[in-house]
């Protein structure tokens, strides 16, 4: 009977060492499981920050490049020379070398005493030489003054050249829609507006290449000055005379024309000249008369 008694508690002793082990098993797992997933998410964050840094500073490293601002540049310009004429020929000379273009040239020459001979020239340069051709005119003489401005029209010229493009595609389109239509009336109508199109087209595309042209050359506006006063010079003895027969012949032409046109004037007015002239005789004769009758003597027989 012992016996009998000692076999159920031993088999329930294994099963219960058996149910233990799987529990402590299964909890065991658990966390172990837990530990490794938590270093793999970390470690994957981790290369993700680390990817997402690496684009960020190669975002940093590679700047946008700026397009360059597209400037029209003018300068004024006085100096102050020994000879405006050797001057003038040493300017041409610097605009030639610079491959600009002389544009315009007012020379004045002293004409009363005490005045200085003056010139100004404007000139055109390449964009690029405007600072050095600047520096060679001012060593010519004494420079007074010398003033730069420059105007920014990149956002002008980009709208112009947008305006441009879409014109063209337009353009383009009413070709192609004018090459489709069958009608007489359409293929009319298209043409129309296509000639609308191409005249919009070449006054932009001028006005596009005009700033294009501001941009690439820049304009120099120049004063040159004498640094001494001359007085004014003394005219030869042929053009003394010259001037004396210019004057007198000028002063017979105006007494010419004033007689004639005084006698213009008395040949209007002629018939009023001859009645007051008949008025005048008419009364200077009434009065003779009168006077004749009032101191006519006595006859003989009125006396006796």
């Not at 294994?14 to 172990?32: E, H, K, N, R, Y």
Request: hydrophobic share 40%.
């Amino acid at each position: 009977m012992s016996a009998s008694i000692k076999l159920p508690d031993k088999s329930g002793l294994v099963v219960s060492a058996l149910f233990l082990g799987m529990i402590f098993t299964s909890c065991a797992s658990v966390p172990q499981t837990s530990n490794q997933a938590i270093p793999k998410i970390a470690a994957d964050q981790a290369a993700t920050n680390e990817s997402a840094g690496s684009v960020a500073q190669k975002s940093q490293a590679a700047p946008v490049p700026q397009s360059r601002p597209q400037l029209i540049k003018k300068a004024a310009m006085t100096v102050i020379v020994n000879s405006v004429d050797q001057s003038i020929d040493a300017v041409a000379k610097i605009i030639n070398n610079k491959q600009g273009d002389l544009i315009g040239l007012n020379e004045r020459q002293p004409t009363k005493e005490n005045a200085r001979h003056t010139a100004s020239i404007t000139l055109r340069v390449p964009q690029n030489q405007l600072d050095s051709t600047l520096n060679e005119i001012a060593k010519l003489g004494t420079v007074e003054n010398r003033n730069i401005t420059a105007e920014d029209v990149s956002n002008q010229l980009v709208d112009v050249q947008a305006r441009l493009s879409n014109l063209r595609k337009t353009e383009a389109n009413l070709q192609k829609i004018m090459d489709r239509s069958g009608s007489v009336r359409d293929v009319l109508s298209v043409a129309q507006e296509l000639s609308n199109v191409r005249q919009s087209i070449e006054q932009i595309d001028a006005q596009l290449k005009n700033l294009q042209n501001q941009v690439a050359y820049s304009t120099i506006t120049l004063n040159l000055e004498a640094a001494v006063s001359s007085s004014s010079p003394q005219r030869g003895l042929g053009s003394q005379i010259q001037e004396t027969w210019n004057n007198s012949s000028h002063s017979v032409g105006e007494f010419t024309v004033g007689l004639l046109k005084l006698a213009i004037w008395l040949i209007v007015y002629s018939p009023y000249f001859v009645i007051l002239a008949a008025a005048i005789y008419g009364v200077n004769r009434w009065r003779r008369n009168s006077q004749a009758v009032r101191v006519k003597p006595p006859t003989e027989s009125e006396v006796s």
